[in-house]
């Protein structure tokens, strides 16, 4: 799970400052404010430890990649090659803690986070260059162990720690390489010491964290009258939602079971969706089945109430091929993943946008098989809606106040600025800003004059006819 993000110069984002990321995050702001920049830097990580080539960096994107940014000058603060792309991100590393142990010395280091710092400078063919690669290894939010792997005056590149003593190899004292893309420090640097081998663990574990993003986008595919599948198990719901379906069979033919929470009941993962989406109040039933026996094609088939008749998917409002994608991939993606998502509520009813805040508190608190998932969801949404239900879920305490994280982004000038927002235990912005959701006292006040001039111009025109007559 991520824990915290940190970006400097990156878009719209001179600074971000440091963006503490909790189970649930949700990012309210304007259009075109930088809510979407936070997303698009992590999918470029994750894409970059994809990417088969270790020598670039950063992978910017190509018409196949997860995100396509462009030119790193059109991904720098201002497009200024002169600014350097600063990143912090830190993780829980799930399972056992992670550990660094010094053979020579014999001194251990153990920790249950790991951060890494990177700065990318261009170079002289405007290409990003790692300048400063820095590890630090946490227990219990308090430092163990940082590493530090940067350039000198003259961009040789050198290995540094106040904690740890790397030793060199006996003979000539090699330089060290670039390191493989932005996160690893090559075997050939490694090999160059001692006792430097447990840094690729860190790298190691770097990429398992980045892989654990997914990512739903704001526009989702169309429903179809017959999908597809053969057997296999998608990765994820795709960034449309095009594998939605898939993901559902594939998840129920491995007899996944889901619950929303401790001591809760475990249900089959197509009745588990199937009844989250009658308790949004979309539809009274939902089914995914085959059209026809021993085929590879399926139908999806719904109810809207109860005495009405099944049709398929197509034939109903679009909300449920909207909503769909989100509902399955918070519940489909593996244990300790993390889910970026975009706009969630588009094309929904209010109603449905509120519910859908009761979904994602579920989704972060819900177990497979009796384990815990350690889901996250950082969420860009403009639902004023999905913001009352959460603040009333911590009030009534079916959610922890840390364990929701709020920001709202506003433009400042070329800038981006981010507030987080503080609620308190009974659910209440202690800092709510200025027009969060539009200026609606402005509106009220303009609603209530605007009544009030036109019934003075009735009541004259009332007296005007009686004096007529």
């Not at 739903?216 to 057997?231: A, Q, T, V």
């Amino acid at each position: 799970m991520l824990t915290s993000l940190h970006m400097k110069n990156f878009k719209a984002w001179k600074d971000t400052g440091p963006i503490k990321l909790a189970p649930l995050t949700v990012i309210f702001g304007a259009n075109s404010a930088g809510k979407s920049s936070l997303g698009h830097l992590l999918l470029a990580l994750k894409q970059t430890t994809l990417s088969a080539d270790r020598k670039r960096p950063l992978h910017l994107g190509d018409d196949n990649a997860l995100i396509d940014l462009g030119t790193f000058a059109e991904c720098l603060h201002n497009h200024d090659l002169q600014n350097a792309l600063e990143f912090e991100l830190g993780w829980k590393t799930p399972g056992k803690e992670l550990e660094a142990r010094d053979p020579l010395s014999k001194k251990k280091f153990a920790g249950d986070e790991l951060k890494i710092s990177v700065t990318l400078s261009a170079d002289a063919k405007q290409q990003p260059r790692v300048d400063k690669l820095t590890y630090q290894l946490l227990s219990k939010s308090v430092g163990q162990l940082a590493v530090n792997y940067s350039r000198d005056e003259k961009g040789k590149l050198e290995i540094e720690s106040n904690e740890y003593k790397f030793v060199r190899n006996t003979g000539r004292s090699w330089p060290l390489d670039e390191p493989d893309k932005f996160y690893r420090i090559s075997d050939q640097s490694r090999a160059r010491f001692q006792n430097a081998e447990f840094l690729s663990d860190f790298a190691l574990n770097t990429e398992a964290a980045l892989k654990s993003i997914y990512y739903l986008g704001p526009l989702r595919e169309h429903p179809k009258r017959i999908y597809s599948w053969s057997g296999e198990t998608p990765e994820s719901v795709g960034q449309k939602g095009e594998f939605a379906v898939a993901a559902i069979l594939a998840a129920s033919a491995q007899d996944r079971k889901l619950n929303r929470g401790p001591k809760k009941h475990l249900t089959r993962f197509d009745a588990f969706i199937a009844q989250w989406l009658k308790d949004l109040g979309i539809i009274e039933s939902f089914e995914v089945k085959p059209v026809a026996e021993g085929r590879k094609e399926y139908e999806v088939v719904v109810k809207t109430h109860a005495t009405a008749s099944k049709v398929k998917i197509t034939d109903v409002g679009f909300g449920v091929s909207q909503v769909l994608p989100a509902l399955v991939q918070v519940f489909y993606c593996p244990p300790n993943s993390t889910i970026l998502m975009e706009q969630p509520e588009i094309h929904l009813h209010p109603q449905v946008q509120a519910e859908l805040a009761d979904v994602f508190i579920s989704a972060t608190q819900a177990r497979e098989n009796t384990k815990e998932r350690n889901v996250q969801l950082i969420v860009e949404s403009h639902s004023e809606h999905f913001l009352n239900r959460l603040q009333r879920r911590i009030a009534e305490g079916a959610v922890a106040p840390e364990d929701v994280a709020v920001y709202f982004c506003r433009r400042a000038g070329s800038a981006t600025e981010l507030e987080p927002l503080r609620l308190n235990m009974f659910g209440e912005i202690e800092n709510w800003p200025e027009n969060f959701f539009g200026d609606e006292m402005a509106d009220i006040a303009g609603r209530t004059l605007a009544a009030m001039q036109r019934k003075k111009e009735l009541a004259k025109e009332a007296a005007n006819d009686a004096g007529s007559h």
